[in-house]
């Protein structure tokens, strides 16, 4: 089983910045792609950032540029530095991460949330 643990959201004014952390408590699972998504109220939840276990990326449009997402593989930990806030980027933050048995299956894992605010 895999444990998701968001952390560091917040308020912050436009143009500001904040890094969410996720921690992953995996027992015997390895942990395969990584990634950020976000829900606005309203809206779907969003596929913001990716990270494979490689340290491959990919990023939705709207936040290119502005954010990076990494992962200590070590410590199983997935970051993401947000740089440049507008209050669009107001939402629900989740984790979420690939877990893999000892035989090989997969599973999806998500964190609880984590609220991150652009406002004045």
């Known amino acids: 089983q895999v444990q998701l643990v968001e952390s560091g959201g917040g308020l912050v004014q436009p143009g500001g910045s904040l890094r969410l952390s996720c921690a992953a408590s995996?027992?015997?699972?390895?942990?395969?792609?990584m990634a950020w998504y976000r829900q606005a109220p309203g809206k779907e939840r969003e596929l913001v950032a990716l990270?494979?276990?490689?340290?491959?990326?990919n990023y939705a449009g709207s936040v290119k540029g502005r954010f990076t997402i990494s992962r200590d593989n070590a410590k199983t930990t997935l970051y993401l530095q947000m740089n440049s806030l507008e209050p669009e980027d107001t939402a629900v933050y989740y984790c979420?991460?690939?877990?893999?048995?000892?035989?090989?299956?997969?599973?999806?894992?998500w964190g609880q949330g984590t609220q991150v605010t652009v406002s004045l």
């Open positions: 990270v494979g276990t490689s340290g491959n990326t």
């Open positions: 979420y991460a690939i877990g893999i048995s000892p035989v090989g299956l997969s599973y999806r894992y």
């Open positions: 995996r027992s015997n699972f390895a942990i395969g792609d």
